[in-house]
């Protein structure tokens, strides 16, 4: 496991510019750096976290996250992103991800650990079977037709 990749969320701008390289790997339609940080600020106001895995200053993987509360799980930790550069990936960066945003929901007390994974992406699928994680639903989505994009 390698020793030489430091955690920690980033909340600058340009430390958000810096990691829309690697977001781009899992969300390829961002591409404006200005509309990126934009959009993390607004889901920051939602309570969004973005934390990166950092090798040699430079992120490598990134996961974002949010602490929320519903009636069906109560407290929990809901991971909106979770991306590897293709060259870091097999290394245990996403795995180490996991475990770094488990330990936020634990200490925040969340009694749950959740994210969505598309249908088609069994590889993803297979990596969250291995990290302990069970598919418990079936994500539902209808796209709103509502003008010009807020």
């Known amino acids: 496991m390698d020793n030489d990749i430091d955690f920690r969320h980033l909340a600058g701008e340009e430390e958000l510019r810096g990691a829309l390289a690697v977001m781009r790997e899992l969300r390829p339609h961002l591409i404006d750096e200005d509309a990126f940080v934009r959009q993390i600020g607004r889901q920051r106001q ?3 976290h973005l934390l990166a895995a950092c090798r040699d200053g430079r992120p ?3 996961a974002g996250y949010r602490v929320t509360e519903n ?3 109560g407290k929990f930790v809901y991971v909106d992103d979770l991306v ?3 060259a870091q990936q097999r290394h245990g ?7 770094e945003v488990r330990q ?4 925040a ?7 969505d994974t598309g249908l088609h992406m069994a590889h993803a699928q297979r990596f969250y079977f291995r990290q302990g994680l069970l598919a418990r639903a079936m994500h539902f989505v209808e796209p709103l037709d509502i003008g010009e994009a807020a």
């Open 46 to 48: 939602q309570g969004y």
């Open 60 to 62: 490598a993987a990134l």
């Open 71 to 73: 009636l069906l799980y």
């Open 84 to 86: 590897v550069t293709e």
């Open 93 to 99: 960066l996403g795995g180490r991800l996991l475990h």
């Open 104 to 107: 936020v929901a634990q200490a």
């Open 109 to 115: 007390g969340c009694r749950h650990f959740v994210l």
